[in-house]
Every structure is written in C-alpha cells, then in structure tokens.
C-alpha cells in the first residue's frame, strides 16, 4: 500500500481541521467532554447535523446504510481528527462492525443509520466481577421465555453505560455446554426495565485529569440486570455463538484512529513539549539521552501506525482478518506503557505532580498519563489472551 496520503487526502485533513477549529466553541468542548446522566445534548446534536451535511459521517461505511461508499483511508483520516477533540465519527468501538458482520437484515437496517449519525451509542457489558478479562467464565444468565430472553447478573467496568443509549451484553444461554460455548450476545436498550447502573469512579475523578489524558476518565460502572426482558430479535448471531461473535466484533473494533491515538498521543505530546519554551528548564530538548529515547519511542510508535493501516487495508481488500488486531492489542498498549514511563523518567519530579498541584507540566498530563497506563494491557482484552489469540490463530499453533 502507499504509505502517504494523496493530495486530496491531505487538503480534507484541512478542511477537517478548519471545521473543528471553527465549529468546536469552549461549549460545545465542555458538552462533549462533560456529558451528564443524559448523554448527548443540544450543542452535540447540532454539531453532529453539520458535520453529516459535509459528507463526513460513516465515509467507507454502504450507502444502503447511510454512508457514503468511500474507502476506508479516507475515513481514517477524518475519524483521526475528530477523535483527537473526543468526537467518533467512524463506528469504529462502536459495535457496529460485529452488527454489520453478524447480524440480521433488521438489525443492520436500524442500527448502523444511527450509529453512523450517532444518535445511538453502545456500552459494552462483557467484564463481570469473578472473571476478570477471562470471558469464558461469565455467569450472567439469560434464559429463554416464549418470545423472550430473561437476563439476570452483574456486569463491572461497564464504562460509558450512564450515557450510552445502548447495550452490547454478553450473557450465557446454555450453562451445561463448555465455557466458551452456550454464550450469547444481546443488543438492548440501557432504558429496559430491570437495569441498574452505579457509578464506579476512577483514579482520575479527584484531581479531575486533563483534556488529552490517556485513559483519563473519572468514571466507569457496575451494571446490574435484574429480570430484565428482551425480544428474541434482540439476539445478535447465532445463539450460544456470542464467543465467536463478540471475539470478530472486538478485533475488527480495535481498527481505527482512536485506537491509534491511545496509542501515540503521548509520543506526540512529548514531542510537542519539547519542542515548546517549557522544554528549557526540563532540560529535554538538548540532552541527547534524552533525544535518543524519545526517537526511538517514535519510531515505536509509527510501528502502530503501520499495524493500523495494514489491518485497514485487509479489511478494505476484503481480506481475511483473523489475529491482526489482537497483534495489535499486544504492540500498542505495551509501547504506550513504555513511552509513559521513559517520559516519566525524562520529567523528574515535576512529571509526576498532578492536575491541580503547583508547578505541574502540562496541567499534569504526563502524571495522568502515568496514572492510566497500567489498564491498557487489560482494558479490551489482556495483552496476555492476545497472545494467545496471535499464536494459534495467526501462527498455527496448538493449544496447550
């Protein structure tokens, strides 16, 4: 593949940036990145409506489903942009690639309109409290009832479930079949009777992190789903297949900018402050160890940037898309933990001071970012089961 960008490219980045520049006001910024209990609000809806009339919702998505047909490239691009000021517009992490690829006609003909416009957003209710990252061993059940499906259980780390209009639930439908089978995946409203969401408030609530922090949020959820009753039409795939389902969904997820950015923002703020006045009493714009380890923490990083856009390219090709984004999940979280640390280490101990401590760097980014780090192994899948899923998808090997 080409490894630049047209001209073209190049000049909708612009347009793109201007747009943002233009159009995100200090309250639309506090809307985005202050969402209540409601969810989207007026500004958003709004900004939203302009951004569909300049064409740029959903770009590489069909047209049958209200996108615009283009190539998955171009739509990289666009979603870069808007992820960098907290805006997904690509359905990337979004569900809606595991809908597209498993679900019904139905299904697809709802959902990804709205997801593409954003009016509908999932959480992901995967994690529960005695399994951890290991999936296999969930215990929410849901249970078959004429027409229905019953669902009983706890979901933890349910994050963005007090202001997602949806849920992408993992629950266990046969309880007698091996663990990795008799699992299945429902798609349901978070407004059905019988859900329960309680705040879980994070490391980074009090200071509040910056705007830019990796893994900055104040907040996830514990969900609990008491007698809740769902349609069948509810269930996405096949029934007692949601292990296989929810495993494509989740690569296919993990391909697209904002992926990408967790992965390289703090290579590029690092860069950034060494390039502005406040790298002169840091000391790290001229010492040469220093120099040496942020190139080389850069080169790390274009490293993500090229497993991104190969795993783009085999999706546009209408490859086979096995184990690249698991390789993914492995590469990025493990640079991104190493970058924290070197930049930690090049600081000293005004890295380490947080948001609202005197004489912090960066209204404490850097420290933030030290704070979120250690979850991206875990977060989405653990470094360790991607591994697994490198190995005996990609390389052939046995299990055991």
């Known amino acids: 593949m080409d490894f630049g960008y047209a001209s073209s490219q190049q000049a909708l980045r612009q347009e793109v940036r201007d747009f943002i520049a233009e159009n995100m006001t200090q309250d639309v910024v506090e809307e985005v990145h202050g969402r209540g209990e409601d969810g989207r609000g007026p500004l958003m809806n709004d900004l939203f409506k302009k951004i569909g009339e300049r064409g740029w919702l959903g770009i590489s ?169 769902i349609p069948k039409s509810s269930l996405l795939g096949e029934l007692n297949m949601g292990w296989y389902v929810g495993a494509m969904g989740l690569n296919l997820d993990r391909v697209g900018a904002s992926r990408y950015l967790i992965s390289v923002r703090r290579d590029e703020d690092i860069v950034n402050l060494a390039k502005s006045d406040s790298s002169e009493y840091l000391n790290i714009r001229n010492n040469p160890t220093v120099r040496d380890k942020v190139a080389e923490m850069w080169i790390e990083a274009q490293v993500c940037r090229l497993m991104t856009w190969r795993s783009m390219s085999i999706v546009e090709s209408g490859g086979n898309f096995t184990y690249e984004g698991s390789a993914e999940k492995v590469w990025a979280p493990e640079h991104g933990l190493r970058a924290t640390e070197a930049y930690a280490q090049m600081l000293g101990p005004y890295g380490q001071l947080l948001n609202t401590s005197a004489n912090n760097v960066e209204s404490g980014l850097f420290a933030h970012n030290l704070l979120g780090a250690f979850q991206s192994g875990i977060n989405h899948g653990s470094v360790q089961i991607m591994r697994d899923q490198v190995a005996r998808r990609g390389l052939g090997l046995p299990r055991g």
């Open 61 to 229: 998505w069909p047209k049958e489903y209200g996108g615009q047909g283009g190539d998955r490239l171009t739509q990289y691009l666009v979603e870069e942009e808007f992820a960098r000021v907290g805006l997904s517009v690509g359905g990337g992490g979004s569900g809606a690639p595991a809908i597209m690829a498993a679900g019904t006609q139905e299904q697809k003909d709802y959902y990804i309109p709205r997801i593409i416009k954003g009016e509908i957003s999932f959480a992901q209710g995967f994690t529960e409290p005695s399994g951890g990252a290991d999936l296999a061993s969930l215990q929410c059940r849901a249970v078959e009832d004429g027409d229905e499906f019953v669902i009983n259980g706890q979901k933890i780390y349910t994050s963005s479930a007090h202001v997602s209009t949806h849920l992408y639930l993992m629950a266990r439908t046969d309880p007698e079949a091996p663990k990795h089978r008799g699992i299945s995946i429902f798609l349901l409203p978070m407004d059905t009777p019988g859900i329960t969401v309680r705040p879980l408030w994070t490391i980074q609530n009090d200071p509040p992190a910056p705007e830019g922090t990796t893994y900055g949020t104040p907040r996830t959820n514990e969900t609990f789903y008491e007698n809740v009753r």
